[in-house]
């Protein structure tokens, strides 16, 4: 007996796009959209981008709500997951980039994607919206704090975000090679100045 399919796709389309980054580089996103639109759409974008961690390009992976996933789409949501560096999606190197006092790369690498979904008329700021779950979450409030002004609404699950004191929660201590020692006055700045971290 086969498994009924959780919904008809045959109405989307996904295509893999790329945008310039601050400082240059280049940024790809998977984009999964309705095959038919009228004018910006309400688009869910996510990523994780740390620990040389890449999401799955599965629309119903649990990290984006599975079948609870369903009804965004068939209310004619769209889906973005980036490919912003802090991940392993072009290897070793791609995650390196964004560790410790380059972490901002990551964030700015996020921004030039939502930017370019506003430029390029599948969105607009009060229709795009930020799912993001543990480093994703972290994310999530660093977007919802430097750039308010691109997401309509912004989710952060399960996060850690007080990045002045996480050495002393947890696992904390086997996340300092990812993010940096904040007795570090290099990382306490870059935390400090970004505000997002302490919530």
């Not at 072009?90 to 006092?101: N, T």
């Not at 696992?171 to 090679?177: F, H, I, N, Q, Y």
């Amino acid at each position: 007996m086969t498994e009924s399919a959780s919904f008809d796709a045959s109405g989307f389309s996904v295509s893999q796009q790329s945008t310039t980054s601050k400082d240059g580089t280049s940024i790809d996103f998977c984009l999964l959209l309705p095959k038919k639109t009228n004018g910006p759409i309400s688009i869910l974008m996510t990523s994780y981008a740390a620990f040389g961690s890449t999401l799955p390009l599965d629309y119903l992976h649990p990290m984006f709500g599975g079948t609870s996933f369903v009804p965004w789409l068939e209310g004619g949501g769209g889906l973005v997951v980036t490919s912003t560096r802090g991940g392993s999606d072009l290897g070793e190197s791609w995650h390196q980039q964004a560790m410790k006092e380059n972490r901002q790369k990551l964030y700015d690498d996020f921004i030039a994607v939502a930017e370019k979904l506003i430029a390029g008329g599948h969105s607009q700021p009060d229709q795009l919206g930020f799912f993001g779950r543990s480093n994703g979450g972290l994310f999530a409030a660093v977007m919802g704090t430097q750039r308010p002004d691109l997401f309509g609404a912004i989710v952060n699950d399960v996060p850690t975000t007080d990045m002045l004191r996480y050495l002393k929660m947890g696992m904390g201590a086997a996340w300092l090679e990812e993010y940096g020692d904040p007795e570090d006055p290099i990382i306490s700045n870059l935390y400090s100045n970004t505000r997002p971290f302490i919530m």
